[in-house]
């Protein structure tokens, strides 16, 4: 099976989950059109199938425990953007080449709409079809990656580091945080929901850690050298805010240097993970991998 076609299997189950439950727990229509429009704006579903190649490279099946946690997932992730976007924050108006949340349902309901995809995404772990215990780690887990130690600290140091220079040690702290942690926890509950075994954890995590800095730097090059026209969002963004990133510390040239160094190390760790599972056939996690070291521009 290709990437593609493991994501055209799993990507509409993850959809239907967050849709489905959305469905069934808001009681406000103009609030679920807003969370739903955000969910239905495009991606990749990048950390949910993260998530779900990881337990599939463990060799285990896809449960519907699975895709709760990955939709949950999900839901953060486009909380965040939908925060992100607003005029508080970054102040876009195009998110996936559609108008953000807020140019559409006004700042007041998309900050609701945050608020209810986060404060969900949290319900539907809790409703999830798993045992007692791996619902509380998972919890704890999903709360610490994407609160005031992980996501939003990141975002924190973000918007505080605005019109600073900041050291390269203290932009992979803020974007470890940022970008890295929910990457992290989408191979961390893989890696519980698959059961996997001490040593081949820690390679995993080595690999989830270096993919999540990978995919900062590759942002930081798109800001620079994309086009809006493929990556739905305005460019320039960075420099127009003064922020620190790859390519404003490192230069273009060593950006790109460091991004292919850093996906060295993934392939590398996964490498160590795939001999100690036995594993000889090419997997989604290194095809996921393969997809990230490409930049459109």
Request: charged share 25%.
């Amino acid at each position: 099976m290709t990437f593609r076609e493991f994501s055209k299997q799993q990507v509409p189950r993850i959809d239907d989950t967050m849709i489905h439950f959305l469905t069934e727990t808001t009681t406000e229509k103009n609030l679920l059109e807003s969370m739903v429009y955000s969910i239905q704006a495009g991606g990749k579903r990048f950390r949910p199938l993260l998530l779900l190649a990881t337990i599939d490279f463990l060799g285990e099946p896809l449960k519907n425990g699975a895709y709760q946690v990955a939709s949950a997932l999900e839901m953060v992730h486009c909380y965040s953007l939908i925060h992100d976007d607003l005029p508080a924050m970054d102040d876009d108006s195009l998110r996936r080449g559609k108008p953000t949340n807020h140019k559409v349902f006004g700042e007041a309901t998309a900050i609701l709409a945050g608020d209810g995809l986060l404060t969900e995404a949290f319900h539907l772990v809790a409703k999830s079809d798993l045992t007692a215990d791996i619902k509380n780690q998972l919890l704890g887990d999903l709360a610490k990656a994407s609160g005031t130690h992980g996501m939003i600290a990141g975002q924190m140091l973000d918007i505080s580091n605005e019109n600073k220079k900041i050291s390269l040690s203290e932009l992979k702290q803020m974007h470890g945080r940022k970008t890295g942690a929910l990457i992290e926890f989408a191979v961390s509950a893989g890696s519980q929901l698959g059961s996997a075994p001490v040593a081949v954890k820690e390679h995993l995590k080595v690999f989830a850690e270096a993919v999540g800095i990978a995919f900062q730097i590759r942002d930081d090059l798109l800001d620079v050298i994309g086009d809006e026209t493929v990556i739905g969002k305005k460019i320039g963004a960075d420099a127009k805010l003064n922020k620190s990133t790859y390519v404003s510390l490192l230069g273009l040239e060593g950006a790109e240097h460091s991004f292919q160094q850093t996906c060295t190390l993934a392939q590398g760790s996964l490498q160590e993970a795939k001999k100690l599972m036995g594993i000889t056939q090419q997997t989604i996690l290194e095809m996921i991998l393969e997809e990230l070291m490409v930049i459109d521009k």
